[in-house]
């Protein structure tokens, strides 16, 4: 209860506080969505399933616009749940997306102020570096090296999606900061 309630009813029904949890959720909800929706078969494209890596996107954004958004839980929570449905090693991809979550949250500044063009550059440096990781570790823990297609598919689809999904949760981030939201 604050002090300038003169009502010492509890705050729970109040417009002010009634829609906080939906902007708490819907990040959250389309960072799992993110993981599981590109699991979809859809074929192949040269004997690769086409899987682009939205939570790199999700994490990006969210890490960039506000850090404190997800947890380190959460985010490690992602990429157990990303290993898991990949089947790479347990702990790789969390400890992709929680370097990207604090190399973003820490470039959050400099990269608010430049243009999508800046971000998509970053991003994709970055989402190369992730790739790379995954491409190599794989060969160390199975001893087997991949084919290079395995990875540069999803990190070139990746990458040409970013601009619309960037976009997409610009859109989603404005309107559950809209006053209609917070109450």
Known sequence: MAFTDKNPRPTIGRSHENNRLIPTIVPGLIAVLSILIPKVPVGQVFDV?????????VVFFWSLVDPDRFS????????????ILTGTPLGMWSLILIALHYSTAGQGTTLLTRGK??????????????????????????????????????FIL???????????????????LSPGFRG
């Open 117 to 154: 063009i800046t971000k998509w550059a970053v991003f994709s440096l970055f989402c190369l570096l992730s790739y790379l990781a995954v491409y190599f570790l794989i060969g160390q823990v199975y001893g087997t090296v991949p084919a290079f297609k395995v990875i540069l598919i999803p």
């Open 72 to 83: 380190i839980f959460f985010i490690f929570f992602l990429g157990l749940l990303e290993d």
């Open 49 to 57: 399933v086409p899987a682009p890596g939205l939570i790199l996107i």
């Open 158 to 176: 990746t990458v040409i999606c970013f601009i619309p999904f960037y976009r997409l949760f610009e859109m989603i981030e404005n309107m559950l």
